[in-house]
């Protein structure tokens, strides 16, 4: 009998293990959560009170700290440079650099997620509470919110909301990719033993998309929301934010469709699958591998 702190390995032979070590196949998910400094349940979704405060704050404070990054880096390049190409580049690389730095900052606490939609993901895969979500959500936009007022107060730009339309169907289709794809590539590398790389991935994608879909991939409804409430380079008005959310929700159903296509949970394990992980293990009572 399992709790749920354990990982279920297989056992196999391996000429790795030596000197008394038994070898286990290990999913890289369940290596993930064994190794991480807050270890997530494997066997129930729902969170310790401690850890659930815990990760509540790493997203409010990344969520804001990442909307500083986006909004101030907008005001900043307006003041550098009247050039619109230069100022989006700008805002790129800024955003890249804090985005990637955030996710190393916060992502062992949890996950890194600073998106709804990211967490929805996880609730639809079983990896996330209804609870959970809720108040992850609560936490990413509360958090956006004050990230904004903060850039604002920062760079002594009156508070108002965002007057900046982006209400046209080609930037509605961007969000939909973009977001879809972010999704897509996050679980890509989970899901193949590359979590290391994931912030770099993200980062990479996010400075790309500035420039490769037409809206500079917001993908984020608690981002759009944080927004609103800065009317510099980086604001969209409350109507606009409205759409973008809805179609950054559809973008998320494609996204999970797109994983459940190319990265099913399920999958026939073969010997050479680069979802697991070997581990060994000499002393098995002092681990965490299951009796």
Known sequence: MCDNDCIKPIEIESDLCTDGERC??????????????????????????LELMRKL???FLGTMLLLIVVASSGIMAEKLSTDVGIQLLQNAISTCGGLTGL?????P???????????????LHSDMSCKDLILYTVMQVSGA??????????????FELSTKERN???????????TATLLLLIHSCVRTGRVSVVPFAVGGWICGGYFFTSSTIFA????????????TFSGIEPRSAGIFIAFQLVGCFVGYLLIRLFYPRKITM?????????VCIKDIESSNICK
């Open 220 to 231: 984020n409804p608690a981002v759009t929301i944080g927004r609103m409430f800065t009317n």
């Open 109 to 123: 606490v949890s996950g890194a997620h600073f998106n709804p939609v990211v967490s929805l993901i996880d609730f």
């Open 24 to 49: 286990f196949k290990v999913s890289s998910l369940q290596q993930l959560y064994a190794t991480s400094p807050v270890p997530i349940s494997i066997e129930t979704p729902e969170s310790s009170e």
């Open 168 to 178: 046209t169907s080609n930037l509605w289709l961007s969000e939909v990719i973009g």
């Open 145 to 158: 919110i004050v990230g904004a007022l903060i850039s604002n107060i920062q760079f002594q730009v009156r």
């Open 103 to 107: 996710i190393l900052m916060f992502g």
């Open 57 to 59: 704050l790493a997203e």
């Open 270 to 278: 073969r010997k050479d699958d680069n979802l697991y992980m070997r």
